[in-house]
């Protein structure tokens, strides 16, 4: 489990076919390595990746091809910056919201303005996410708990203060860039109870408004 505060900014170093897998390597000086265990969990671009070896100054973990498949490690390279995390300890602050490192696909930043004291961000989310982004909700971008301040149907809106963008890959962002993406927890949850006893007849979410209108849940 993370909160999608973002504690040091690494450097892929290398990344290592094997098999089907990749064993990726993360260099980072600014990662406090001091009580990571082999077997541990690091959210690495809000991926949750596991330690299978490590250093004072860096870490290596196995990458699955469906992992690959469904987050921005497709176009990740040797040089590539990512933002890390260590997972969360019981007596921590919980400065962001609940992030468990599992991403739910991934979206591309479409607009990007600059402000006097922030920098406005627009990324469109694949469309079948788009129900879990809310205005002034939270999401995670990259490993980043982020608030949500616009929504225009998959598109949706971010302000990144300087601090932000000086401590995480944000500011590194253009035109296209593609980043991972984790929806609140709890709407995925809400989701899955408002089937009710439907929830075992479907895997798919099976709402729509047809669904909410049944329910009770619109006015006619």
């Known amino acids: 489990m993370f909160t999608g505060i973002i504690q040091a900014l690494g450097t892929i170093s290398a990344l290592e076919n094997k098999g089907s897998d990749i064993r ?42 469906e992992t690959v498949k469904h987050t ?30 599992h991403v739910d696909g991934t979206g591309k930043v479409t607009r990007i303005a600059e402000h006097k004291d922030y920098i406005e961000v627009w990324i469109k989310a694949p469309d079948e996410l788009a129900k879990y982004i809310a205005h002034k909700g939270s999401i995670t971008v ?45 709407a995925r949850y809400l989701e899955r109870l408002l089937l009710g006893e439907k929830a075992s007849q479907t895997t798919a979410s099976g709402i729509n408004m047809a669904f909410l209108a049944e329910h009770g849940f619109l006015k006619k």
């Open 142 to 186: 990259d490993g980043v708990s982020l608030t949500v301040n616009e929504v225009n149907g998959a598109e949706f809106m971010l302000w990144i203060i300087p601090h932000t963008l000086k401590e995480t890959v944000i500011g590194e962002y253009g035109i296209g860039t593609r980043v991972n993406l984790e929806v609140d927890l709890i």
């Open 24 to 65: 990726l390597t993360v260099e980072s000086a600014g990662l406090n390595m001091a009580d990571v265990k082999m077997g541990d969990s690091i959210a690495t671009n809000g991926v949750c990746l596991t330690v299978v070896d490590f250093s004072d100054s860096h870490y290596q973990a196995d990458v699955s091809s």
């Open 72 to 101: 921005g490690f497709a176009e990740y390279k040797a040089g590539t910056r990512v933002n890390l995390e260590l997972a969360m300890r019981p007596m921590d602050r919980f400065g962001g919201h609940i992030v468990s490192g």
